[in-house]
């Protein structure tokens, strides 16, 4: 199989990208590296199935060219959109990095599929689209009413995924990721904990008051599950939450575990309030009883999860 991949250098995308070439398909890279890291795919460089192009998706023209070019060599079987902003703070500062980076490219890449004529995608998703709703997050819910730019955008991206399914798509798997854990992260809590760390080994600001709670998958449960649902869910349209079934961390759980592991004697200070910035969701939690019923369930608790990726990311940060 060949496979299209947007934000191959990205978190997930480096993991997701080594999954396929493990598995001996063949992968096209697109990044423009601005929150990627082209360190994050040192092997699947080194591998001769996988090719990395170093271009913006919001370039229509180059991108259009770069895989009509990767076709002539063999057409692809399906393409894998995970390209976005994933700073949502920077998207609330400035509206117009996630109409750029994560409603556009998805527009731009189904413009780019359709000339090409590739007919599946798989679209990373979020958590973010169901807003501050207090109940369990099930996938029928709504209307949703997302309290960021960035999860606003992600269901635009959603709705345009689904009208693209009408025209020129034949099929389409919509995932909503929880908060994802692991090694190679460009961003997150953890990462900004042990980055801080880095800078001041004394004391820890913790942005909130440490109550905020969901759910954390770590990153090779989530690949496994992406692969699972794509091989295992055939309808024309499928949405699925991926989670890590019931079980939460808090802040305050992650805050303590990076600091016993990377400075333990450190002093954790909370700027307060219920939230960490202005779009954030302070609590959630997600029912997978449909990816259960399908036969997936995850290998690891949330708290399980963060402890790995706490091991993970202070080996990387601090070797
Ligand atoms: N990590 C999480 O906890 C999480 C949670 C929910 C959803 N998601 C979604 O999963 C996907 C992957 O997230 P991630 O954590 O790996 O983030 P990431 O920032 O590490 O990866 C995204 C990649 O997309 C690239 N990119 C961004 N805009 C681009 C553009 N205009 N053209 C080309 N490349 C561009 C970036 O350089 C980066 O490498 C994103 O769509 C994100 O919204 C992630």
Redesign the pocket.
């Known amino acids: 199989m060949k496979y299209l991949v947007?934000?191959?250098?990205?978190?997930?995308?480096?993991h997701l990208v080594d999954r396929l070439l493990e598995r001996g398909e063949t992968v096209v890279g697109?990044?423009?590296?601005?929150?990627?890291?082209r360190d994050?795919l040192r092997a699947a460089l080194a591998n001769p199935r996988f090719r990395l192009h170093v271009?913006?998706?919001?370039e229509v023209t180059a991108c259009a060219v770069l895989v009509a070019e990767e076709t002539a060599t063999g057409p692809f079987d399906m393409a894998w959109?995970?390209?976005?902003?994933?700073?949502i703070r920077s998207g609330v500062a400035d509206p117009d990095v996630d109409l750029?980076?994560?409603f556009?490219?998805t527009f731009n890449l189904l413009k780019v599929l359709r000339g090409q004529a590739i007919r599946t995608l798989a679209f990373?998703?979020?958590?973010?689209i169901y807003g501050a709703h207090p109940s369990l997050l099930t996938e029928d819910l709504g209307p949703l009413f997302p309290i960021s730019n960035?999860g606003a955008m992600?269901l635009a991206s959603e709705a345009i995924v689904s009208a693209a399914l009408e025209t020129h798509l034949e099929r389409g798997w919509i995932f909503?990721?929880?908060?994802?854990?692991g090694s190679r992260?460009?961003?997150?809590a953890i990462c900004d904990f042990a980055q801080k760390l880095r800078r001041n080994p004394t004391e820890l600001e913790v942005l909130g008051d440490g109550s905020q709670q969901k759910p954390y998958l770590h990153?090779d449960d989530l690949v496994t599950a992406m692969l699972f649902i794509v091989e295992n869910a055939k309808d024309r349209r499928n949405c699925f939450n991926i989670g890590t079934d019931g079980s939460t961390t808090t802040v305050r759980y992650m805050a303590e575990a990076v600091v016993r592991r990377i400075s333990p004697r450190a002093r954790i200070r909370y700027t307060g309030g219920d939230r960490g910035w202005v779009g954030d969701v302070p609590k959630f939690n997600y029912s997978i009883a449909k990816l259960r019923a399908l036969g997936w369930a995850p290998s690891r608790t949330s708290d399980e999860a963060v402890d790995l990726a706490v091991e993970e990311v202070a080996a990387e940060v601090w070797g």
Do not use: Q
């Open positions: 947007t934000g191959a250098a990205g978190f997930i995308g480096c697109l990044d423009n590296l601005r929150l990627g890291r994050n271009v913006d998706l919001n959109h995970l390209a976005a902003n994933s700073d750029r980076d994560t556009l490219t990373a998703s979020t958590s973010a960035y992600k909503r990721f929880p908060n994802v854990v992260a460009t961003h997150g990153v």
